[in-house]
């Protein structure tokens, strides 16, 4: 099994920022994509930005030149650093990885989910 736990989330007033940061363990032969969501109240899940294994990378509208994210392949990591924050970045924001794992057939490519961690921007 593949877990991935994510950290960073806190309460900040506008204009601030925080970085999350999340790390896959377990099982892992490789990660592909990885990437970051967030769900506000009231609102369906949607995708903040998403980084490819050599690090290509693609931001909603929303946060670009905002928000960075970044991974480190040989850790496991992906990080997302939110400069400039608004009230409408409040949300729960969930870290996601597209993993190979090994399996007795072969390899097999599954997605994984953080549990979320609460970010707060107040105004």
């Known amino acids: 099994q593949v877990q991935l736990v994510e950290s960073g989330g806190g309460l900040v007033q506008a204009g601030g920022s925080l970085r999350l940061s999340c790390i896959a363990s377990g099982s892992i032969f490789s990660i592909n994509a990885m990437a970051w969501y967030r769900q506000a109240p009231r609102k369906q899940r949607e995708l903040v930005a998403d980084?490819?294994?050599?690090?290509?990378?693609n931001y909603a509208d929303s946060v670009k030149g905002r928000f960075t994210i970044s991974r480190d392949n040989a850790k496991n990591t992906v990080d997302l650093q939110m400069n400039s924050l608004k009230p409408e970045d409040t949300a729960v924001y969930y870290c996601q990885s597209r993993v190979l794992v090994p399996t007795i057939t072969g390899l097999r490519e599954n997605d994984y989910w953080g549990q979320g961690t609460q970010v707060t921007v107040s105004s």
């Open positions: 980084i490819t294994k050599d690090s290509s990378t």
